[in-house]
């Protein structure tokens, strides 16, 4: 099995099967060998930031890279997740009015990510600067109205890579944290970490055949290394807190013990943490990816929820469910009357009954223009149950394209 080491905490005996740079670019003659002298030790450490150790060739033993070593924080202390949460603040600008700032804002995101993973990949020196700005903007866009920007990253799930997927997670995470009463400075570092969380991905995304179901052990293990190599690249940048990097390192750790890399339980774990590991489980098992066969979001929910005593912290899990709802923005619904829509916002207090975009009628034609309605307000005005949602239903059945009726009813200003 393959292991992730530090290069300066490589020994003799350890057997380096490869190296975090393509061998060409080194001195050694083998692709793979057994370290026997200082000299092999201190070209490793000059010249790599990790290596992977195949722990059945090597002839002395191969831990995993300890944890950070994190100050006390008050939710490992307190161990009581509900005092950190407090009311949330309430929406300052109308959804039409910051939908418009909200996509200068994603499409930022989306280019600063896309252009930080490939310089990860091609091994150039990072700036994270640029992306604490973006995450800043966005987290103060969610503090106005966390709809715009949410509804925003549901329309990039279906690109199923890793630059969306670190949207999605960015976005829900902040959106999740908003609810739970977080300020600027807090969703800030959060969605910094849940940006990042799968940064170490690139570096092993060419020695992946596609993370998938029928993954081989070593596979298995190559991808479980992502964090730990995730949190070395952050830690040698100098610049980022403790918080973030811990984000990277842990968010497959899980409450009982039973993640990785460090099989951390209970209060060892952030609540940063726990939040982006719910969030990360839930856009993977949604979306098919990393492992996850693809689930509707009634089974998705459903299974966070059997798992919230084991795999995540219980009360967060209660917290999440309540913030997403049943009907996810840019899901595609049917009314009692029959007529089809889709979700575009809707009232924390109101899950069941969000606003929606009907585009289809009772005898399924298109509605031109697409009518914008509140559920909400009519069943407290008109008290009755017809405009009420019946089911989720699948768009492409209608051949509705989301992105097209969102972007179409919403133009920039």
Not at 72 to 90: C, D
């Amino acid at each position: 099995m393959k292991v992730v080491v530090e290069a300066h905490n490589v020994k003799k005996g350890m057997y380096v099967s490869e190296l975090d740079r393509p061998w060409l670019n080194s001195p050694f003659l083998f692709q793979g060998f057994r370290i026997t002298n200082t000299d092999e030790i201190e070209q490793i450490a000059d010249l790599c930031e990790y290596v992977f150790v195949d722990t059945e060739k090597s002839t002395v033993p191969v831990e995993r890279e300890p944890s950070l070593t994190l100050p006390p924080s008050p939710e490992a202390e307190k161990q009581n997740v509900a005092r950190l949460i407090k009311r949330a603040l309430p929406y300052t600008e109308k959804f039409e009015d910051e939908f418009a700032n909200a996509k200068g804002y994603y499409q930022s995101a989306k280019e600063e990510i896309g252009n930080l993973f490939d310089d990860i990949k091609m091994g150039k020196s990072l700036e994270i600067k640029d992306a604490r700005t973006t995450v800043t903007l966005m987290a103060d866009s969610i503090l106005r109205h966390p709809d715009a920007l949410l509804l925003l990253a549901s329309l990039g799930n279906k690109d199923k890579n890793l630059v969306t997927h670190a949207l999605s997670v960015c976005t829900l995470s902040l959106v999740f944290a908003r609810s739970l009463g977080f300020e600027t400075a807090a969703l800030v570092d959060l969605g910094l970490g849940a940006l990042l969380h799968d940064i170490g991905e690139i570096k092993i995304s060419d020695q992946l055949s596609g993370i998938a179901a029928n993954v081989s052990e070593e596979e298995q293990a190559l991808f479980e290394g992502h964090t730990v190599i995730g949190a070395m690249i952050l830690k040698k940048l100098g610049n980022l807190p403790d918080n973030v990097i811990a984000i990277v390192r842990d968010h497959h750790e899980r409450i009982d013990g039973s993640g990785y890399p460090d099989k951390l339980a209970g209060a060892a774990i952030s609540v940063h943490t726990r939040i982006v590991s719910i969030v990360d489980t839930y856009d993977s098992i949604l979306n098919g990816t990393n492992g996850y066969e693809s689930m509707s979001v009634d089974d998705v929910l459903k299974s966070l929820y059997a798992w919230r005593h084991d795999l995540f912290d219980e009360l967060l899990v209660e917290k999440f469910i309540q913030c997403v709802g049943i009907y996810p923005l840019g899901s595609v619904v049917e009314l009692r009357t029959g007529q089809i829509g889709i979700v575009v916002s809707s009232r924390p207090d109101a899950r069941l009954l969000p606003r929606i975009m009907l585009i289809l009628d009772v005898h399924r034609e298109p509605v031109e223009p697409p009518q914008m309605i509140n559920l909400a307000m009519f069943k407290e005005k008109l008290d009755t149950d017809d405009f009420e949602i019946k089911r989720l239903v699948d768009g492409q059945r209608y051949n509705i394209d989301v992105r097209q009726y969102i972007l179409r009813e919403f133009p920039s200003t």
